[in-house]
């Protein structure tokens, strides 16, 4: 059974022409991006990488990493932000490989192809984000890096994420996020290590929403990242 769930692919689809919009539903993951691509290349080195992002949606990250130099891969399970992500390239002049197929199927067909994995705000859209997971873990050659994000489950995850995004501050639209489905990082290192990766490092990403900005740094209470590196 596909491992993704059809309202949220849908939810995605329906609000595609505005990803590219600084000022839209997108905002918080544009105002991110600079942030966790600045830290994927510090990790990584981007430049020459073969890379694939999982949940690539209308393509913020996948053209940010194509534009350090990375050679990329995108793939999502809903064809209209992979629509919108392919018209961008046109504008930007980037290059990234967009394809409509899940992370579990392109496992069977190209496993270990990649130097580096991103599968980054996804986790907590899926039915089954184990098995997303495994199939990340399966797409990367030995040694190489995954990178994960996702919400953290607490009632200050629920009141930040939920209440204060979407209800209180509009950052978001209602209904963004189902809280039961957010991620303990107990849980992301403990299906990481399941599917034969070791995690490497969690860093918190943290909203200031006096000043309007977003910071790296160690609180994991609400949003979060994880890298972890395969196994040989
Ligand atoms: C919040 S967006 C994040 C987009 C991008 N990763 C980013 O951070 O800029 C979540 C994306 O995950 C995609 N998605 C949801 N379920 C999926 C699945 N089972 N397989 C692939 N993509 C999926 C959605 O279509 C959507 O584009």
């Given at each position: 059974?596909?491992?993704?769930?059809?309202?949220?692919?849908?939810?995605?689809?329906?609000l595609a022409h505005r990803w590219?919009?600084?000022?839209?539903?997108?905002?918080?993951?544009h105002d991110i991006n600079p942030l966790r691509?600045?830290?994927?290349?510090?990790?990584?080195g981007l430049r020459g990488k073969r890379v694939l992002d999982v949940g690539c949606g209308g393509g913020l990250l996948s053209e940010g990493m194509a534009a350090l130099g990375a050679e990329v891969t995108g793939i999502d399970l809903s064809e209209k932000p992979l629509g919108v992500a392919r018209l961008?390239?046109?504008?930007?002049?980037?290059?990234v490989d967009y394809r409509q197929i899940s992370a579990e199927a392109?496992?069977?067909?190209?496993p270990g192809a990649f130097d580096t994995v991103t599968c980054l705000e996804m986790l907590e859209h899926v039915p089954n984000p184990s098995s997303t997971i495994t199939a990340c873990a399966?797409?990367?050659?030995?040694?190489?890096?995954?990178?994960f994000s996702t919400l953290n489950r607490n009632p200050k995850a629920y009141l930040f994420a939920v209440i204060g995004a979407e209800y209180?501050?509009?950052?978001?639209?209602?209904?963004?996020?189902?809280?039961?489905?957010?991620?303990?990082?107990?849980?992301?290192?403990?299906?990481?290590?399941?599917?034969?990766?070791?995690?490497?490092?969690?860093?918190?990403?943290?909203?200031?929403?006096?000043?309007?900005?977003?910071?790296l740094g160690r609180d994991t209470s609400v949003n979060y990242l994880l890298r972890a590196q395969r196994n040989a």
């Open positions: 059974m596909l491992n993704a769930d059809p309202s949220e692919l849908q939810k995605f689809g329906d590219w919009d600084p000022n839209s539903e997108f905002k918080p993951l691509l600045g830290w994927i290349d510090r990790c990584v961008h390239l046109l504008e930007s002049g980037q290059k392109l496992a069977e067909q190209m399966r797409l990367v050659k030995p040694g190489g890096q995954v990178f209180l501050l509009k950052l978001l639209p209602k209904g963004t996020h189902d809280y039961a489905k957010f991620i303990k990082p107990s849980e992301l290192t403990r299906w990481a290590k399941m599917g034969n990766l070791e995690p490497q490092e969690i860093l918190g990403m943290s909203y200031n929403p006096l000043t309007r900005d977003y910071s």
